[in-house]
Structure formats: C-alpha cells, structure tokens
C-alpha cells in the first residue's frame, strides 16, 4: 500500500513515505505516525490513495472436462479465523461459456489460503461456500472458457478465467 501510494502521487510524499517503512512491521500493520500523518492528509484533501481497482486481480486456470459432463470449475468461501462463514461472496458470470452452462450452487467447498494466513487450518475441511459447475453441449468436443466476478464479503474482489478443454 505505501509504494503504491508514493507512485500514484508521483514521489511527492516518496521521502516522507519510505525511512517509515523500515519501522513497519510484515504486511504494514504497525506503521509509525509520519506515514499515517501523510495519508490521513490525504483522505483529508480528497484523493484516492488505492483505488478499488488496484486490487482487483485476474486468476485463469485450464480445466479439462468430458464432453456432457459437470465439472467443478470455482469455489470460494469468506471465512473468519475460526473456519465459520464470515458472510456471503458476490460471485457472478460474466461471460460464457460459448459451448455449455454453467450453474451457480451455494454448498461445500474447500477452502484455500496460503500456510501465512491464519484461516489455513480450515484448507482441512469442506465449509460453505459457493461453487460453480460447468457442463459441455453434449458432443462438443474443443475449448469453452468461463468468466466469474468474485467480490468478497470481507471486501476483496477478482476474477476468475476457467479455459476449459472439452475432450
């Protein structure tokens, strides 16, 4: 977040910015009062310091699937550190497929967090979530592709690309 702002800004507040950061703690959670002084100037002035788009990120995965048959292409879940469901995710379609559908379904899923974040312990069970499904016209045999919207409960947002092989 702190380069990010000093880019967006051009450098203006860069010297400010950068001896704070050898005093913050992994992942910025403990930043010291020169860099907070800077940014809440900034909220005050009106400008956007990291903008919603900024974090949007795009994640493409292949699938192999045959033809007729339901595959499991996404599933998602917001979790609280104690496994339980933090609230519902906005995930829609937004393009696709071009061969086949593809079905939204609130169910079990398995979550997937990195060994750093303290949710990993729940990668080991099945929580709720929601899925999606895909299914091929039956005999068509080539590439589909699947585009889902994917805004977080606790505020994150991505998409997801499924390019998927139809044998």
């Given at each position: 977040?702190?380069?990010?702002?000093?880019?967006?800004?051009?450098?203006?507040?860069?010297?400010?910015?950068?001896?704070?950061?050898?005093?913050?703690?992994?992942?910025?959670?403990?930043?010291?009062?020169?860099?907070?002084?800077?940014?809440?100037?900034?909220?005050?002035?009106?400008?956007?310091?990291?903008?919603?788009?900024?974090?949007?990120?795009?994640?493409?995965?292949?699938?192999?699937?045959l033809s007729g048959q339901e595959i499991y292409v996404?599933?998602?879940?917001?979790?609280?550190?104690?496994?339980?469901?933090?609230?519902?995710?906005?995930?829609?379609?937004?393009?696709?497929?071009?061969?086949?559908?593809?079905?939204?379904?609130?169910?079990?899923?398995?979550?997937?967090?990195?060994?750093?974040?303290?949710?990993?312990?729940?990668?080991?069970?099945?929580?709720?979530?929601?899925?999606?499904?895909?299914?091929?016209?039956?005999?068509?045999?080539?590439?589909?592709?699947?585009?889902?919207?994917?805004?977080?409960?606790?505020?994150?947002?991505f998409t997801y690309v499924a390019n998927i092989k139809v044998?």
């Open positions: 977040m702190i380069d990010l702002a000093a880019s967006v800004i051009g450098g203006l507040f860069a010297a400010a910015i950068k001896p704070s950061m050898e005093n913050s703690l992994v992942g910025g959670t403990d930043l010291n009062c020169g860099v907070t002084s800077v940014i809440s100037g900034l909220a005050l002035l009106g400008l956007t310091v990291c903008p919603a788009s900024a974090y949007t990120q795009t994640y493409t995965h292949q699938k192999t699937a996404f599933g998602g879940a917001s979790l609280n550190a104690d496994c339980s469901s933090a609230g519902k995710d906005d995930v829609r379609v937004v393009s696709g497929p071009s061969h086949g559908n593809v079905k939204l379904v609130h169910g079990k899923v398995h979550a997937v967090y990195a060994k750093s974040n303290e949710r990993s312990k729940c990668n080991a069970r099945m929580v709720n979530g929601i899925k999606a499904l895909y299914r091929s016209k039956s005999g068509f045999k080539g590439w589909d592709q699947v585009t889902i919207s994917v805004h977080t409960y606790l505020g994150n947002a044998e």
